[in-house]
């Protein structure tokens, strides 16, 4: 049984839209996948619709947020209700607050002399809501950096870096107590990816899964073999479920759906902790 909990599609950042997604991931021989869209559930009804014989859909979200001060993290909910009242305000919040951010580096990129537009980033978007990455691909198209990895460094759009804009973010141990009282599972969304920027300590992750937080995301891109390791016996340590899965984006980045994949047991655990909304399934 192939599992990839972390998949993102044109509901966000990511390239394929949900229903694509889904149909490339029964392709790609999954059994299970998660549509984890930053801080939105507008594609699942997307994905439901086009879902293939054989596949099963875990609907989620990946949330902004904030830990030990801050810090940016990540918080994977799975299968929370999507109309609890307060965590749909809160991921509305988050939602505007993106678009105002995005605009504010598209300012400050232009003040760098970077010849790219806020039109043009919005058509990049193609509806989704605006975030860091449309902007980082008009940098691209623009010709002033190579790639989207390029466009995430300190020259332009990564945390601090020149056109660094703060975004309003939820705290992390609220992020969890939100998709806890929507019924949701909460799973802690690549904590080792250093070379994103500052990570939290052990011992924030120990006063997360104090909060209620049910797992951390261990096969990742951005865990090498030694940090993989280490999580793995911090999870243990914690009695946290251990998860692994691909975060792909589509033509953004070169991992492909199922590159990294979940234990059928931390899957299993997630879905029988879940009270929010069920797993979809096209047999």
């Not at 044109?10 to 392709?27: I, Y």
């Not at 607050?97 to 990129?109: I, S, T």
Request: hydrophobic content about 40%; proline content about 4%; charged content about 25%.
């Amino acid at each position: 049984m192939r599992i990839d909990l972390h998949t993102h599609s044109t509901a966000s950042d990511g390239t394929d839209s949900p229903a694509e997604l889904v149909r490339e991931a029964r392709a790609a021989g999954l059994d299970v996948v998660a549509l984890t869209d930053h801080d939105t559930t507008s594609g699942w009804a997307g994905a439901v619709d086009a879902l293939p014989s054989g596949l099963t859909l875990v609907r989620g979200a990946e949330i902004s947020c904030v830990a030990e001060g801050d810090v940016s993290v990540h918080m994977l909910g799975y299968l929370f209700d999507p109309t609890e009242p307060e965590f749909a305000r809160a991921r509305e919040l988050v939602r505007t607050d993106r678009v105002r951010r995005a605009e504010a580096m598209v300012r400050r990129c232009r003040e760098l002399g970077a010849p790219i537009t806020w039109e043009r980033v919005r058509e990049i978007a193609a509806g989704a809501t605006v975030g860091r990455p449309h902007v980082a691909r008009a940098l691209v198209e623009a010709g002033v950096v190579a790639d989207v990895s390029e466009a995430f460094t300190p020259q332009w759009l990564k945390d601090g870096g020149r056109a660094f804009v703060n975004k309003y973010e939820i705290r992390a141990d609220e992020a969890v107590r939100l998709i806890r009282a929507a019924g949701g599972v909460a799973v802690f969304a690549h904590p080792g990816a250093v070379k994103r920027g500052r990570t939290v300590s052990d011992a924030g992750i120990a006063a997360l899964a104090d909060a209620g937080l049910f797992g951390i995301e261990v096969d990742h891109m951005d865990h090498d073999a030694r940090m993989r390791d280490h999580l793995r016996g911090l999870a243990s340590d914690l009695r946290l479920v251990p998860t692994g899965s691909s975060d792909y984006h589509g033509t953004h980045k070169s991992i492909a759906l199922g590159d990294n994949t979940t234990p059928v047991e931390s899957y299993e655990a997630i879905t029988a902790e879940a009270t929010g909304i069920p797993t979809v399934s096209n047999p």
